[in-house]
């Protein structure tokens, strides 16, 4: 059954452009996907962006998010609302659930109820990655990932409730654990996020609890590699081991996790295996490409690695169907990294060479141009390297800063957010601290089968025995 430009009737559907113009089909409103829209908005072909989310995720800032620095719509504003004034795209909420090359339709299912078409003409599929647990999907279930604005309201969830627990007990070695925080990952976001959580305790909480210091919170960087965020080189890592050292990080590198529960991590080192004991355990070891790759190379014949990205020509499109791009995380060329530029630049590639055949023109080879790389470590520490230069400390945050500002989406977020930054860090502030008791029942970056066993309760209950007895508050009068 064919249907028109209005809204969907349940069963199964179609929607075909109305004008007969060249329709393209993006599947993703990442980094990758929304610069593509927004290159062929206003231009003569009718663009359909298809997402099971209704907003742009800034990736590079959840952990600002899930420490309580910034608000969930700074990072993600609707995808609507920014294509707002191009009025020949339209969003579609809908998550994709397979591809028929031959046909030329996208298959996805809306709000769980029922399957529609989408016919295209041209197609870019920016799907992006998921969390990666090596095979070890049990863990997600303990240590949730940082890839949805869900994954981290339930990490900002877990990490103030740790210390709202933290202040409930009152035997000292449960206190000790629940102010104990794993991250795992030594990588940009690992980083990053311990050094919040660690500025987050020592700055922002001070003196608000009773029963505890919040300075006493231990913050554990676990990683297998030999030197933390080590694609920065030599030098440039030597330095962020160092600040994390100063910033009272405990860094355990050349350690490899082996068991995640509840109660805390098994870690595997040279002398054997050894437990840390922590409530809060925070997963950034991994990545792999979205399940869409695999589907679109079942379809295509076309190939997958070991991460599950589909092997592209040098133009971004698959083999095969020229018509059809796959741009960003989820593809493989040339051992390019998994950054948000290479997504952003293959993005405007893909929509360029859509325009150059409608041109009759010939397309052209995709050429990543490396900007280089930032990375943030604490309040006004950053690290930059960009074609040979190196900066770090307060002149790698400013270049840190403007980056960040740059690529965020829309002059409003850019304003508040650089109001938020200097609050936090000139100031102690923290303006999003709010968190829900009951789990509110986001994706988690679980796989399907551990979603079911997630708790609807923000942590076991309590013995009776390990709750602090209520008494009068210390008294702050001078006894003199």
Known sequence: MTVGSGSPVPGAGRVDSAGGRHRVVIVGGGFGGLPATRLLGGKPVDVTLVDRRNHHLF????????????????????????VRKKKNVRVRLAEVSGF??????????????????????????????????????????????????????ELRRRIFGAFEMAETVSDPTAK???????VVGAGPTGVELAGQIRELATRSLRGEFRTFEASAVRVILVDGGKQPLATFGDQLSARVAKTLVHLGIEVRMGCQVVGIDAAGVDVKEAGGVSRIEARTTIWAAGVQ????????ADASGATVDRAGRIAVLPDLTIP?????????????????PGVAEVAMQGGLHAANSILRRLKN????????????????????????????????????????????????TGFGNRF?????????????GRA????????????LSLPDQVKARVEPTLFPVLDEADAVREGPAPSTEDPR
């Open 361 to 408: 023109e010939p397309t052209k080879p995709f050429k990543y141009r490396d900007l280089g790389s930032v990375a943030t470590i604490g309040r006004f520490r950053a690290i930059v390297s960009v074609k040979g230069i190196r900066l770090h400390g307060f002149p790698g945050w400013v270049v840190w800063m403007f980056v960040h500002l740059a690529f965020l």
């Open 320 to 336: 095969g169907h020229p018509e059809v791009f796959a741009i960003g995380d989820m593809a493989s060329l040339n051992n390019l």
């Open 416 to 428: 508040t957010t650089m109001l938020r930054w200097l609050r936090t860090m000139v100031g102690r």
């Open 59 to 82: 990736q590079p800032l959840l952990y600002q998010t899930a420490t309580g620095m910034l608000a969930p719509g700074q990072i993600a504003p609707a995808l609507r609302h920014v």
């Open 100 to 153: 028929d090359l031959e046909r030329k339709v996208v298959r996805a299912n809306v709000a769980g109820r029922f399957e529609i078409e989408y016919p295209y003409d041209s197609l870019i599929v920016a799907a992006g990655v998921t969390q990666s647990y090596f095979g070890h999907d049990e863990f997600a279930f303990f240590a949730p990932g940082m890839k949805t604005l869900d994954d981290a309201l």
């Open 289 to 296: 490409a979205s399940p869409l790759a695999k589907l679109l």
């Open 432 to 443: 999003e601290r709010e968190f829900s008791v009951a789990h509110t029942g986001g994706d």
């Open 176 to 182: 000790e654990h629940w102010l104990t925080v794993v």
